[in-house]
């Protein structure tokens, strides 16, 4: 195995991920609104912004779910147990005592297992929640009349809220992950460029080298 740069995040992938963050933050600050926590914007404005992110999200979410399922991307999210303890080990203890990260990424697992554990349960769990239970929510007055559904909508609300907090957990463990280990920057730059440092096979740096040469920044 070999150290090289190589072009790990797509033009869409990084498209993804930084809309993705926009239309989250822009669902949990109007949801937070919403919810009586501020006052920064009226109640109605609210409500639109709320509604219109999140359709936009459940777009974005099915364009990311037919590229990753048809670019074989869909690999990186497998979960394993080889290493995970070891990273686990690390962010409860190494971390605080200066050890490297036990992980280093390869060309078809950039994600370590924890990440990839994590993300997968984002995308199949947390994500499906919210979008079920928002849409449900907003289609109320179509399936909502009637005596079998009596207080299903305050559940609804209830499990949609709880998702939510979910996800701003997830996003403030992101962040404060993003400030260990390397400097922060170095962290972020990857999802800007596209571009990290992967552990190769010679079978792979020969793939790239012939097949796709974009990818890969050899050392002069």
Known sequence: MSLQK????????????WTQALLIVTLLFSGAGIHGFHQLVDFETMVWFHVISALDLMVLWTFAIFWHLTTGNWRHYMPTSNGLFKV?????????????????????????????????????VLFPLLWLTGLAYLLYGFWGQGALTSGSLEWIATLHTIGAYA???????HVYLLTTGHSTIEHIKPMITG??????????????????????????
């Open 6 to 17: 190589v072009k790990v995040f797509s033009r869409f992938e990084r498209f993804w991920h």
């Open 88 to 124: 686990l080990r690390y962010y409860a203890w190494g971390i605080f005592l200066g050890e490297d990260h036990p992980y280093r990424k390869r060309f078809w697992h950039k994600h370590n297992p924890l990440q990839a554990l994590s993300y997968l349960a984002l995308k199949l």
């Open 195 to 220: 571009y990290d440092e992967v552990d190769l096979s010679e079978a792979e740096e020969e793939y790239l080298e012939q097949d796709e040469p974009g990818r890969i920044i050899k050392d002069k």
């Open 167 to 173: 996800m701003a957990v997830f996003i403030i463990i």
